[in-house]
């Protein structure tokens, strides 16, 4: 799985030279944001479908309620701005190896299930958190935009060590 | 008799009489940004804490001692009363990464 995230991992860098040299617009910078947001919402809503492990369904239920409420603010935030998100290639490569790993994931039960789960998040925490920290918060112009990607890294920081200490009590 | 009178009146100053500082106080503090602000350091039993979550996420306020829990759903304000003395450790119970320390003399 790690390698599945690894590839938007790579997009979101290379994808940068596209996006111009100063990087993603605030634009793209918030679909982005959403897009990752969505996709941990879906994943979320699939575990508590699926699993049956007190822990793995209370951090899941974690991620639903946070990244949704993120979510809700960055759609707010974005009405206000009268900013329209734009999609863009790492959007899509997020979106694309979601939709791999959900498929994956959805042939799985029991353990293995919240094995491949919980150590997913801790792999996608860390890309999505990696491109925050280097790529998004640094290219973000509007300042409330900005102040959103960075309470945000701090959330999502506590959502990996969670999920990576879960994901030891599953070893 | 005047003798008796200062007696009574030494007595008089002797007499406890209530204090200003023993008044209970309630402190705010202040989440933001995924932090608990400052806590107020003179804090006594009998004081109020108003827990004020300006965050969009929910929060708690949880006493590592069980003394007590708070729940903190985006942008609440909680007041409580504290109780017992002693140090007590207190975290988010969403997200133990936010902690905090309260001293009650």
Redesign the interface.
């Known amino acids: 799985m790690k390698l599945t995230f690894a590839l938007p991992a790579a997009l979101l860098v290379m994808a940068a030279p596209a996006m111009a040299a100063a990087g993603p617009t605030d634009p793209q910078i918030a679909h982005i944001a959403y897009t990752a947001g969505s996709i941990d919402i879906a994943a979320g809503k699939q575990a508590l479908a699926r699993s049956h492990n007190k822990a793995v369904r209370g951090f899941a239920e974690e991620m639903v309620r946070d990244h949704q409420a993120v979510n809700d603010k960055a759609l707010a935030l974005v009405k206000k701005l009268h900013v329209t998100p734009e999609d863009n290639a790492t959007s899509q490569a997020l979106t694309k190896g979601a939709a791999a790993e959900r498929a994956k994931l959805a042939k799985l039960s029991g353990a293995t299930f919240d094995r491949e789960y919980v150590n997913n998040e801790v792999a996608y925490h860390k890309t999505v958190n990696g491109a925050l920290e280097n790529t998004l918060i640094p290219s973000a112009k509007n300042g409330e935009l900005k102040s959103l990607l960075e309470t945000g890294l701090t959330l999502f920081r506590e959502h990996l060590a969670h999920a990576e200490m879960i994901a030891k009590g599953l070893k | 008799m005047r003798t008796l009178y200062s007696l009574c009146a030494a007595a008089a100053l002797l007499l406890p009489v209530p204090s200003a500082a023993a008044a209970p106080h309630t402190y705010t503090v202040v989440i933001d940004?995924?932090?608990f602000g400052p806590v107020p350091a003179q804090l006594h039993p009998g004081d109020s804490i108003l827990w004020v979550n300006r965050?969009?996420?929910?929060h708690s306020a949880t006493a590592a001692d069980h003394s007590f829990d708070v729940d903190l759903p985006?942008g609440a304000k909680v007041k409580m009363v504290v109780k017992a003395k002693g140090r007590i450790n207190f975290v988010c119970r969403?997200?133990?990464?936010?902690r905090g320390v309260l001293n009650v003399q």
């Open positions: 940004k995924m932090k965050d969009f996420l929910r985006a969403y997200h133990p990464g936010m």
